[in-house]
T-cell receptor, first 111, second 116 residues
Framework: GEDVEQSLFLSVREGDSSVINCTYTDSSSTYLYWYKQEPGAGLQLLTYIFSNMDMKQDQRLTVLLNKKDKHLSLRIADTQTGDSAIYFCAERGDSSYKLIFGSGTRLLVRP | GAVVSQHPSRVICKSGTSVKIECRSLDFQATTMFWYRQFPKKSLMLMATSNEGSKATYEQGVEKDKFLINHASLTLSTLTVTSAHPEDSSFYIC????????????FGPGTRLTVL
């Protein structure tokens, strides 16, 4: 079945770049998403990429997609303490709007 | 951007009672709404998908009679947890997509349910 995996934890120093990785198994994925969740809150859509793209940049965020290896990454440049949160990647197949989420990566930004 | 609200944000109830959670799309018409459940420090588990005016589609293992979903209009879906028990305590999050934002799924802020 479909599966999305992420590393559980990442710690970086303020001002450094953060790279959060995600792998998925569904080769028919059409869209891949990155969401941010702060404590006790819902999910905030950060960005998404269509499966025929390799890269998408939006201000401090860069998404890289390696479709051959089914690997997705989110790079946050100049990481700030306000970026501390849980980051979920999710994939969507081609036949429905249903999202399959990874387990989430907890990002801790140290001052 | 598209905004999704949930009400209440937090509810505490006694075992055996029913609780209704509302999910509203505030500035767009939601053709499809989703209900998720999230356990502490865990990922989101999709419970069901609801389309306006039709019956919800439940994921495997989710009890239809336990978690009643109604999607009566293009801006409102409700989840009713019937005869709640302590094991139903969780964080429930809804999301919505609309004709204008069909590639983007917007999430509500979540509802923390505690059953005593």
């Amino acid at each position: 079945g479909e599966d999305v995996e992420q590393s559980l934890f990442l710690s970086v120093r303020e001002g450094d770049s953060s790279v959060i990785n995600c792998t998925y198994t569904d080769s028919s994925s059409t869209y891949l998403y990155w969401y941010k969740q702060e404590p006790g809150a819902g999910l905030q859509l950060l960005t998404y990429i269509f499966s025929n793209m390799d890269m998408k940049q939006d201000q401090r965020l860069t998404v890289l997609l390696n479709k051959k290896d089914k690997h997705l990454s989110l790079r946050i440049a100049d990481t700030q303490t306000g970026d501390s949160a849980i980051y979920f990647c999710a994939e969507r197949g081609d036949s429905s709007y249903k999202l399959i989420f990874g387990s989430g990566t907890r990002l801790l930004v140290r001052p | 951007g598209a905004v999704v609200s949930q009400h209440p944000s937090r509810v505490i109830c006694k075992s055996g009672t029913s609780v209704k959670i509302e999910c509203r799309s505030l500035d767009f018409q939601a053709t499809t709404m989703f209900w998720y459940r999230q356990f502490p420090k865990k990922s989101l588990m999709l419970m069901a998908t609801s389309n306006e005016g039709s019956k919800a589609t439940y994921e495997q293992g989710v009890e239809k009679d336990k978690f009643l979903i109604n999607h009566a209009s293009l801006t409102l879906s409700t989840l009713t947890v019937t005869s709640a028990h302590p094991e139903d305590s969780s964080f429930y999050i809804c999301s919505a997509i609309g004709r204008r934002y069909y590639n983007e799924q917007f999430f509500g802020p979540g509802t923390r349910l505690t059953v005593l």
